[in-house]
């Protein structure tokens, strides 16, 4: 087949993501200099789409990106009023007092927040500052130039057919160059992916580790709601199969965020992710929350929890990864996105510079410095690096004891008693073999507190055109049923939120069948497939979830 004759366009920064490190850079970079040309490419139908988070917001990053945001009518309204943490059992629970909890633990003058609506606003504040943002517009590959340096993105291809092919309507897209490009992609995206592998950025660290974040929108009974609290447990229902825990935000309007994480290092494939979410629900404590109540919301996505020994470094020639694409979630405190808007407005700084002094094309050292040494970035996860290694090593209660510890000294000390801890395996490779654990038998959702996957997946309002091809493809076609299948139970149909995989048929007549309709976007089956065979890339733009106030 001849090769693709693309249309391209230049710009001074190309910014894939408009997430809050996307965003943020945008919008630095113009503050800088708005002669500056920045381009924003988004594959969500909309700013904010595909964004999911908790969320409760450090303002840190958005005090220095644009101080009176107050004046301006961020949607950031509701300040955290109360803030507690419980250790679940499955009748009830023990209230952990917060004068135990290490002062980074500490909520007060954080907001509970949608995030995908404050993207949408600092979209209107880009703009406003001459900033092009094109939602609908998947990056489906890199642009390479003459030394190797990564020189754009090809973003805006339509019309494939299934086998890959160009179909009677197909648009090859453009070629978007730039003389930087930053990657906002969030976790696991697939251009990072290539550049992280392509120029070896994870050299001497170690493997990034992951959770499943699920999440719900409920709307409760009045009586119930108490604006600005803030709940997180740990516990059951996980016990010892999974680490993990929830949140509980009430937000205003009546409405709470009911979320539940489960780390990805999980041992048992007989685990389901999803289904744990939906058992959490009945627990007492939440149950009468949520009694009268009614879900109107639902998605996921995977969160990066690696931290400090899992970053990779996060420039090579023209590209800069931002945000989740680094890792720069602080697990104990259940934040990240102060710290993508952070490197966002770092990355622009860097760039800014850069053009200015009539570069291009080049690292952006600075950049890297700041995220690895310089910076408030390290200064906010250095001190929480070992929670999750001693978490995985010693389990809940003696990586709550030892992380606590650990915390303390930090914050009180500046030093740690455990030096710093490497994360062990990969997440992939931390399961294991279908006949070594036992099954796990979970009750059927009632369909009034818990819901069967599909049902739910339908309050994500996903959709990608059938007519494409699957954005999620196999390495090998024959693992899924001849490896997978017999050593691992094929995990795939449990530890996908979305339902995406299943097995139909048994015995010789058992195929491996993906039902790309219902993804969500969240990455987990590139995480977690113990054979490493499942890739997930873009669909065309604008596919996926269209998350309203996630």
Avoid at 416 to 434: C, E, P, V, W
Avoid at 512 to 535: E, G, L, W
């Amino acid at each position: 087949m001849s090769e693709t004759i693309r249309e391209s366009m230049d710009y001074d920064v190309v910014i894939v993501g408009a997430g809050p490190a996307g965003l943020s850079a945008a919008i630095r970079l113009k503050q800088i200099d708005p002669d500056l040309s920045v381009v924003v490419l988004e594959k969500g139908s909309e700013v904010g789409a595909h964004i999911l988070s908790g969320a409760v917001l450090d303002p840190v990053g958005l005090n220095q990106l644009i101080p009176d945001w107050k004046k301006r009518g961020a949607p950031v309204t509701v300040p955290v009023k109360s803030d507690s943490f419980y250790m679940l059992g499955e009748g009830g629970g023990i209230r952990i007092p917060n004068a135990v909890m290490p002062g980074l633990m500490n909520n007060h003058g954080n907001y509970i927040v949608s995030m995908a609506n404050l993207c949408r606003w600092m979209a209107e504040q880009a703009e406003a500052l001459g900033v092009e943002i094109f939602p609908g517009m998947s990056c489906s590959a890199l642009v390479y130039g003459e030394n190797g340096e990564v020189a754009g993105v090809v973003a805006g291809e339509f019309g494939k057919n299934p086998d890959g092919t160009p179909g009677d309507a197909y648009e090859p897209g453009m070629e978007l160059r730039g003389k930087y490009v930053m990657l906002g992609e969030g976790v696991r995206g697939s251009l990072t992916k290539e550049v992280l592998a392509k120029y070896d950025l994870q050299q001497g660290k170690c493997p990034q580790k992951f959770g499943l974040g699920m999440k719900e929108i409920w709307e409760i009974d009045p009586e119930k709601h108490r604006e600005g609290k803030v709940v997180h447990t740990m516990g059951w229902p996980l016990g010892s199969n999974a680490g993990g825990g929830s949140f509980i935000y009430h937000l205003d309007n009546n409405q709470v965020y009911v979320g539940f994480v489960v780390h990805l290092n999980y041992e048992n494939p007989h685990l389901y992710p999803y289904m744990e979410f939906q058992r959490f629900k009945h627990h007492p404590m939440v149950a009468e929350l949520l009694k009268g109540g009614k879900r109107i919301a639902y998605g996921a996505r995977a969160i990066s929890e690696g931290g400090w020994q899992s970053m990779p470094k996060a420039v090579a020639p023209g590209v800069a990864i931002l945000g989740c694409g680094v890792g720069l979630v602080n697990v104990p405190r259940i934040k990240g996105n102060h710290n993508a808007m952070l490197s966002g407005m770092a990355a622009a700084e860097s760039a800014a510079r850069a053009i200015a002094a009539g570069r291009a094309g080049d690292e952006l050292g600075d950049y890297d410095d700041y995220l690895h040494k310089s910076g408030p970035i390290a200064k906010d996860l250095k001190p929480v690096r070992n929670v999750k290694p001693l978490w995985s090593k010693y389990g809940l209660m003696g990586g709550l004891a030892f992380g606590g510890l650990d915390m303390w000294t930090n914050s009180l000390l500046g030093f740690s008693f455990f030096g710093t801890l490497r994360h062990g395996k990969s997440d992939a490779a931390a399961i294991g073999k279908a006949a070594d654990h036992t099954p796990i038998d979970y009750p059927k959702p009632d369909g009034v507190l818990s819901f069967d996957r599909l049902t739910n997946v339908s309050f994500s309002m996903t959709n990608h055109e059938e007519s494409q091809p699957a954005h999620l493809t196999l390495k090998d076609a024959s693992v899924p049923i001849k490896v997978n299948l017999p050593e691992y139970a094929e995990p795939a149909q449990r530890y996908c939120p979305a339902g995406v995989y299943e097995v139909v048929g048994t015995g010789a007549e058992a195929r491996f069948v993906i039902n790309f309709q219902n993804c969500v976007h969240c990455k987990t089956c590139d995480i977690k497939d113990p054979s490493q065979n499942i890739h997930w890339t873009v669909p065309q733009g604008g596919d996926g979830p269209n998350y309203p106030n996630m």
